[in-house]
Nanobody
Framework: QVQLVESGGGLVQPGGSLRLSCAASGSIFSINVMGWYRQAPGKQRELVAA???????NYADSVKGRFTISRDNAKKTVYLQMNSLKPEDTAVYYC???????????????WGQGTQVTVSS
């Protein structure tokens, strides 16, 4: 089995910073793409940032220059450093990892449980 555990959400004032973490554990042979998504109330889930196994990063236009995604392959962990936070960044943030479990010959997307980020004064 594969488990993803997120941490780091919370309440922060506009202009503040938060760092999200998502750690994978279990029967994992390989991880390719790691990403962060978010879903605000009444809106569809959207991609925030992603990083490939080779370190190529992609960001939503709304977060470019403010958010940074990184990964630690040894720890099977992906991070999202969020700076200069705005009220419109308020959402539940989910990690999604492309994981190939032991015994499988393909990758599947696994979701974290979600962590609430609220930006408010």
């Amino acid at each position: 089995q594969v488990q993803l555990v997120e941490s780091g959400g919370g309440l922060v004032q506009p202009g503040g910073s938060l760092r999200l973490s998502c750690a994978a554990s279990g029967s994992i042979f390989s991880i390719n793409v790691m990403g962060w998504y978010r879903q605000a109330p009444g809106k569809q889930r959207e991609l925030v940032a992603a990083i490939s196994s080779g370190g190529v990063r992609n960001y939503a236009d709304s977060v470019k220059g403010r958010f940074t995604i990184s990964r630690d392959n040894a720890k099977k962990t992906v991070y999202l450093q969020m700076n200069s936070l705005k009220p419109e960044d308020t959402a539940v943030y989910y990690c999604n990892l492309g994981i190939q479990p032991y015994g499988s010959n393909s990758y599947s997307g696994y979701w974290g449980q979600g962590t609430q980020v609220t930006v408010s004064s």
